[in-house]
């Protein structure tokens, strides 16, 4: 069974902190992994990853997969309340089949 | 403006009636899905749609329906068998062969009392 696994599930941190969110995924037929950003209700589209060791980067958020340890970490730099969100990795398959989704890390940036 | 919209944004429904979430895009994508958010539990999926009249179960279908019967239009019935209706449900829609990009809804946040 395809499943993608988040860690940590929720995470507590100070203003300017930087943060690592890890993604790791046991999938048939790879294809992409996307990170999204959810904070009441609509997730928007962060990143979409397709090629090992390339960064991806957007101000603050960045982003890499690891296609043979089958893993991605989203960064954030100098962390601000804003950016308290749940944070939903993605993983796209081959074959027109929907996105398998990880449980999300729930982030909290506090003052 | 393109984009997919779901109504109501919250509903209260008493337990054992069936009620049907709309989800309406004007995106021209061909694909269409269903999903239910439980906290702590990410994104489950409900039922898909990749095309006009057809539709594929996804992983916690039991207790809802759909149907296709429009390109712009999949909606979601949740029935009176569904034991625990009480969650947040997202539609998103995508372009049939590549699903990077789904574009979402808002979402239905409904509440069985």
């Known amino acids: 069974e395809d499943k993608v696994v988040q860690s940590p599930l929720s995470l507590v941190v100070h203003e300017g902190d930087t943060v690592t969110l890890n993604c790791s995924y046991e999938?048939?037929?790879?294809?992409?992994l996307l990170w999204y950003k959810q904070e009441k209700k609509a997730p928007t589209f962060l990143f979409m990853l397709?090629?090992?060791?390339i960064e991806k980067k957007s101000g603050r958020l960045s982003s890499i997969l690891d296609k043979k340890e089958l893993f991605s970490i989203l960064n954030i730099t100098a962390t601000q309340t804003g950016d308290s969100a749940v944070y939903l990795c993605?993983?796209?398959?081959?074959?027109?089949?929907?996105?398998?989704f990880g449980k999300g890390t729930r982030l909290s940036v506090i003052a | 403006d393109g984009g997919i919209t779901q109504s109501p944004k919250y509903l209260f429904r008493k337990e054992g009636q069936n009620v049907t979430l709309s989800c309406e895009q004007n995106?021209?994508?061909?694909?269409m899905y269903w999903y239910r958010q439980d906290p702590g539990q990410g994104l489950r999926l409900i039922y898909y749609?990749?095309?006009?009249?057809?539709?594929q179960k996804g992983d916690i279908a039991e207790g809802y329906s759909v149907s296709r019967e429009k390109k712009e239009s999949f909606p979601l019935t949740v029935t009176s068998a569904q034991k625990n209706p009480t969650a947040f449900y997202l539609c998103?829609?995508?372009?049939?062969?590549?699903?990077?990009?789904?574009?979402f809804g808002s979402g239905t946040r409904l509440t069985v009392v």
């Open positions: 998103a829609s995508s372009i049939g062969d590549r699903v990077f990009g789904y574009t």
């Open positions: 999938v048939t037929n790879f294809r992409s």
């Open positions: 397709t090629s090992s060791g």
């Open positions: 993605a993983v796209e398959r081959t074959g027109n089949t929907p996105l398998v």
């Open positions: 995106l021209n994508h061909d694909a």
């Open positions: 749609s990749q095309i006009v009249n057809d539709f």
